[in-house]
């Protein structure tokens, strides 16, 4: 396992140019915000309800509900 000593002794061994893109791949990494799983709904919350139809539930319908659960 890496630990904090062996990062610093491998990156001493760095040439100036190799420890100035390190140091600039943990700036680029600190700013980088953590990526969020998000469900489905909730993406689509704001669209909700955006169509106008006169269908509420598409399962009203028998023809829908045809062979569901076979």
């Known amino acids: 396992?890496?630990?904090l000593e062996s990062a610093i002794e491998k990156i001493k061994q760095l040439s100036p140019e190799?420890?100035?893109?390190?140091f600039q791949l943990i700036e680029y990494l600190q700013a980088?915000?953590?990526k969020v799983e998000k469900s489905f709904a909730?993406?689509?919350?704001?669209?909700?309800?955006c169509l106008d139809s006169d269908?509420?539930?598409?399962?009203?319908?028998?023809?829908y509900l045809e062979g569901?659960?076979?």
Do not use: R
């Not at 190799?18 to 390190?22: A, D, E, I």
């Not at 909730?42 to 309800?49: D, L, M, P, S």
């Open 32 to 34: 980088k915000p953590e």
């Open 68 to 70: 569901f659960g076979e």
């Open 18 to 22: 190799q420890q100035k893109q390190v």
């Open 55 to 63: 269908i509420e539930d598409l399962s009203h319908n028998p023809k």
């Open 42 to 49: 909730e993406v689509a919350h704001e669209f909700a309800g």
């Open 1 to 3: 396992m890496l630990n």
